[in-house]
């Protein structure tokens, strides 16, 4: 995407985020402990793929998403059917001042996490809703500097796969919500991190 976020002296980095579930409230049956859930998981998906990312959640907001300027760091939803991440031009040194985060306003989700037996495995029947913790994941990536591969098939497991929905699988599938050894290979290009390879599942 062109930047990338400031480290620290250790090399870390951290993002903050709020999340609004209710200006406006998403069109779901999920409480908001689930959606915030949902979002924090797609937070931990980048987290374990390189130790030296810190996606920090300060809790919930009423503040819309910042559609100017250097962006409010607030995670929300939109009606327009489309999710989107705005990162304002990186400064003079590469570097992102901020962020926001509008995600698409129907959305569903169950637990998602093989390191702790739930399986990504696909929804059982055809949904109309977005999966939350699949999309939320394409944006954190986004967030963090990460553009869309080239789309040919070799990519559509990729979290950064320019829309799932699209794949062979179709929106059944929950490839995104944890991340492909290209995701987490462009991850720690922007990031360097001499830490273990996290597990890649194939769910």
């Not at 306003?105 to 495995?121: E, I, K, L, M, Q």
């Not at 944006?139 to 799932?164: A, C, I, K, Q």
Request: proline share 8%; glycine share 8%; charged share 15%.
């Amino acid at each position: 995407m062109g930047g990338r976020w400031a480290a620290e002296a250790n090399g870390d980095i951290h993002v903050h985020y709020r999340v609004n579930t209710e200006n406006p409230r998403p069109n779901t049956e999920l409480t908001t402990a689930q959606i915030v859930r949902a979002i924090d998981s797609a937070a931990a998906s980048w987290m374990a793929a390189d130790p030296k990312v810190h996606l920090v959640d300060d809790g919930l907001s009423q503040e819309l998403p910042s559609q100017t300027g250097p962006g409010n760091n607030v995670i929300g939803f939109t009606s327009e059917g489309v999710s989107f991440s705005t990162l304002p031009a990186p400064d003079a040194h590469g570097y992102y001042p901020g962020f926001s985060m509008s995600l698409t306003n129907t959305v569903t989700w169950r637990p998602c996490d093989p390191a702790h037996n739930d399986p990504c495995s696909p929804y059982v029947s055809s949904v109309s809703s977005i999966d939350l913790q699949d999309v939320a994941t394409h944006e954190f990536g986004h967030v963090l500097g990460l553009g869309h591969p080239p789309h040919d098939t070799t990519d559509e497991r990729l979290s950064m796969y320019g829309n799932t929905a699209n794949s062979t699988c179709g929106a059944d599938c929950r490839w995104a919500d944890t991340l492909g050894l290209g995701d987490v290979l462009g991850l720690r290009a922007l990031y360097p991190t001499s830490a273990p390879m996290p597990v890649i599942y194939d769910d």
